[in-house]
C-alpha cells in the first residue's frame, strides 16, 4: 500500500488548509480500511488527530473537535482532512495511514506533509 499526502503548508492562525490522502496498491477495496490522520510536532510525539471507518464514522482528539473534519471519497481511494481555524499549536508533519481488514493497528504510512500555522 502506498499513500502520498499532500496540501500542507504555511498559512496564518485562523485559516484553512485540506489535506489529501491518495492511496494505491490496495489488496481490498479502499472502503475496507480505516483511515487515519496523525501528526507529529517537534519535539512531541506523534498524535492521532482523527480517523474516519469505511462507512463514514470518526473519530476526533479533543482539540481538533469542531475545527477538522475527516471525510474519505472511497471510488477516488482519496481521504481529507479539512482544518479550519488553525492555531500555531497545530503545527506540525501531518500523516495519513491506514488500517487493513483483521488488522489491529495502522499498518501503511505516508511520508507526511508539512502544516505550519504562523501567529
Known amino acids: 500500500v502506498q499513500l502520498v499526502e499532500s496540501g500542507g503548508g504555511l498559512v496564518q492562525a485562523g485559516d484553512s488548509l485540506r489535506l489529501s490522502c491518495a492511496a494505491s496498491?490496495?489488496?481490498?477495496?479502499?472502503?475496507?480500511?480505516?483511515m487515519g490522520w496523525f501528526r507529529q510536532a517537534p519535539g512531541k510525539e506523534r498524535e492521532s488527530v482523527a480517523a474516519i471507518s469505511g462507512g463514514g464514522t470518526t473519530n476526533y482528539v479533543d482539540s481538533v473537535k469542531g475545527r477538522f473534519t475527516i471525510s474519505r471519497d472511497n471510488a477516488k481511494n482519496t481521504g481529507f482532512l479539512q482544518m479550519n481555524s488553525l492555531k500555531s499549536e497545530d503545527t506540525a508533519v501531518y500523516y495519513c495511514?491506514?488500517?487493513?481488514?483483521?488488522?489491529?493497528?495502522?499498518?501503511?504510512w505516508g511520508r507526511g506533509t508539512q502544516v505550519t500555522v504562523s501567529s
Open positions: 496498491g490496495l489488496t481490498f477495496s479502499f472502503s475496507r480500511y480505516v
Open positions: 495511514a491506514v488500517r487493513g481488514p483483521l488488522k489491529g493497528t495502522f499498518d501503511s
